[in-house]
């Protein structure tokens, strides 16, 4: 650890600092460093504010320091959170442990706040009836549930309505067996008016024979879900509902209990009841709900106005407490990035929303996302590669969105729409689903081979888009033809025409491919020349075809590992956080090393049984007779290439004639021919004695 002494501060306080994430910051170890933040340059902060919901955080401990109530946590605030606790308590070193509960012993006595504090404190033991010299937040919430309950009845007892409850203690269960059996009902009588309108439509709006008999062969027990959708009980143009007999065996329990409850005290002795008495029970237990909802509404708001008021007499003492638990973890998240970086110690940032699992690997840099539109703009700035996923929870009934930064891996089968699973940070599991990719390399590895993976992508779409076309135009021409011969099935067209055709097809096909011809024709020469040109280099010593294959390797995958290499060592988490609404002060690197401990792969051991369905291996003798062949295949393109390009056989280079021996040639050239007189003198032949052709 690097010490810096008297850096920069108000009163030159011995601030230490660290390397955390490739960049310096300050270190909040101790109590001292807590209460001297307000002599912190605010250059040095790593965040300048960050929101109040949203985060792996206690909400109410964050809104109690929000003191402008704006939503939002500044710098100035959490200095003013520290200056209150030097006024309250006597050690801030009591702030590392992270505990909810004081000991009266560590509250200053003697300063006001601490005065507000202790008076806070005995107000809420008094309440519970204890006698103590601590207190926990868990006194607090007990206080604060019974003040609730207490403010309830008060307001109950000061406001309550002259209003009779139709059926006495029991209105509340009469209420729920006639909204259990309110739909049902009204379809009975429906039905029963329709009998009325048309007395032929009554066999058809009671159950169908047809239905019973397709269920009759089954356990008729096990089909209870569907005898629930047969009528309540037989419609008939009366429109009265029986009391004592004829009702849908499906719904016989939930009558029976209504019946108990309901309509054996308004109907009592009756046989059946018309749709008019019905509604009457309706009206009561209608009119009872309206003033149970009126009156729980205007209690909630009466009640909420009193707890409000009387939480400012205890926020001094639960104010300490949240404090004391969480101050000192929120310093860490928000003037350095410690729970962060720290992960050997297993710590995770309050902006790490849980982890999502998806191809093998565990993503634990998993932030949610507040505004698609807003990270989509500032997430490539970041430099990572990022899924996107939509997240459902069936359990709790509720959607969101995450971003989760993949560190290390491939990304081979990545793709939007791959199905994963997201777990949040209480291991609650959620469904999840790629929704959008930021792409942006992940490792110098993975970054080696993106080259030769895209071209092999690219090889095989394309032959995969020319296989389709043709199997498409083979499929329109089969067609087509089978038409043709259909319409005219009479008429035969010339073979002589026919063939013409298919020749000019044919000549079409070969038009259609001849750019691809073209192209390997070009890639063929190209690849002649450059071993023509490099004959000489790779033969002249046995190790230049390695330095060959290297220089290629590196002309091939170089740019792609050089670009990958300035990307990683600028990956930085702020822009996602910006789009979250954070202001972030500083780089927050991720570099490979620290990439790598954010997301996990899958770690296989070696298995020693056989796959039974494994696919069949090629023998050992026969790959490396394969790679024989062909390696002496291109050793001998090579050579026949290289032979004509560049023979080995040259003639020599002569040497350039000297002065002498030009002038002697030049004077030769100049001076008349003799003939030597000792040869004979060519006879000539008379013209007469050549012989005739």
């Given amino acids: 650890m690097a010490k810096i002494n008297k850096l920069i501060g108000k009163n030159d306080y011995d601030w230490k600092f660290s390397t955390v994430g490739g960049v310096t910051r300050v270190n909040i170890e101790t109590g001292a460093d807590i209460a001297h933040l307000n002599e912190l340059d605010q250059k040095l902060w790593t965040v300048l504010s960050c929101p109040v919901k949203g985060l792996e955080f206690d909400e109410k401990t964050l809104t109690l320091m929000d003191a402008d109530k704006d939503g939002r946590i500044r710098v100035n605030e959490v200095v003013a959170a520290s200056q209150w606790l030097t006024k309250v308590l006597k050690d801030m070193n009591y702030l590392l442990e992270g505990k909810d509960t004081i000991d009266f012993s560590q509250v200053q006595a003697d300063t006001d706040e601490g005065k507000e504090v202790l008076e806070s404190a005995q107000l809420i033991l008094k309440q519970l009836g204890q006698e103590k010299e601590s207190i926990t937040l868990a006194d607090v919430a007990e206080y604060m549930a019974g003040y609730e309950e207490k403010c309830k009845d008060e307001y109950t007892a000061a406001n309550a309505e002259p209003f009779e409850p139709p059926y006495g203690d029991k209105s509340d269960d009469a209420e729920a067996a006639v909204n259990a059996i309110r739909a049902k009902v009204a379809d009975f009588f429906m039905r029963c008016k329709l009998a009325q309108f048309d007395e032929e439509a009554t066999a058809a709006l009671d159950v169908q024979v047809e239905k019973i008999a397709a269920i009759s062969a089954n356990n008729l027990s096990d089909s209870v879900d569907e005898i629930s959708t047969y009528p309540l009980a037989r419609p008939v143009k009366e429109a009265l509902l029986p009391l004592n007999s004829g009702i849908n065996p499906a719904w016989q329990a939930a009558f029976a209990t209504l019946k108990s409850l309901v309509l054996d005290v308004d109907f009592a002795g009756k046989e059946s009841i018309s749709e008019e008495e019905w509604n009457t029970v309706l009206a009561k237990v209608d009119a009872y709900t309206a003033w149970k909802a009126a009156g729980e509404t205007a209690m909630n708001e009466a009640v909420a106005e009193m707890l409000k008021v009387h939480s400012a007499a205890i926020e001094p003492v639960e104010k300490l407490l949240r404090l004391c638990r969480d101050f000192f973890k929120l310093l860490h998240n928000f003037v350095v990035f410690k729970d962060f970086y720290n992960r050997a110690a297993g710590n995770t940032a309050i902006f790490q929303a849980g982890q999502l699992y998806i191809d093998q690997r565990c993503c634990d840099l998993c932030v949610r996302v507040d505004d698609m539109g807003k990270h989509l703009n500032s997430a490539g700035k970041s430099g990572m590669y990022l899924l996107y996923c939509h997240c459902v929870s069936k359990v709790k009934g509720t959607e969101m969105d995450v971003v989760a930064a993949l560190t290390d891996g491939d990304v081979k089968d990545l793709h939007e729409g791959k199905n994963a699973v997201f777990y949040d940070r209480t291991g609650q599991d959620w469904d999840a689903t790629v929704t959008k990719i930021i792409d942006n390399p992940i490792s110098i590895r993975q970054a080696f081979w993106s080259p030769y993976r895209k071209f092999g992508q690219w090889i095989t779409d394309k032959i995969t888009k020319k296989a389709e076309e043709k199997e498409s135009k083979s499929f329109d021409d089969m067609t087509a033809k089978a038409d043709t011969a259909t319409e005219n099935i009479a008429t035969k067209k010339d073979e002589a025409a026919t063939k013409a055709e298919e020749k000019k097809a044919q000549m079409f096909d070969i038009a259609k491919f001849a750019g691809i011809f073209a192209a390997i024709g070009l890639a063929l020469g190209a ?93 050992l003798w026969k790959k490396l007779l394969i790679w024989l062949v062909i390696l002496a295949a291109l050793f001998v393109v090579g050579f026949k290439l290289t032979q004509h390009y560049w023979p080995w056989e040259c003639k020599p280079v002569e040497e350039p004639a000297t002065t002498e021996v030009v002038d002697s040639i030049a004077a030769e050239a100049e001076a008349p021919a003799e003939v030597s007189a000792e040869a004979p003198a060519a006879e000539e032949t008379p013209a007469e004695e050549t012989p005739a052709e």
Avoid: C, H
């Fill in 527 to 619: 690849i002649g020349g450059a071993l023509a040109t490099l004959g000489g280099f790779v033969t002249e010593k046995w190790y230049n075809a390695l330095i060959l294959i290297g220089a290629i390797v590196v002309f091939i995958s170089g740019p792609s590992m050089l670009l990958a290499w300035l990307k990683l060592r600028k990956r930085n988490l702020g822009p996602l956080l910006n789009a979250n609404g954070w202001a972030i002060n500083s780089m927050v690197k991720i570099n490979t090393t620290f990439g790598a401990t954010l997301t996990s792969r899958a770690q296989y051991p070696k298995v020693v049984g056989k796959d039974p369905f494994a696919d069949k291996k090629m023998p």
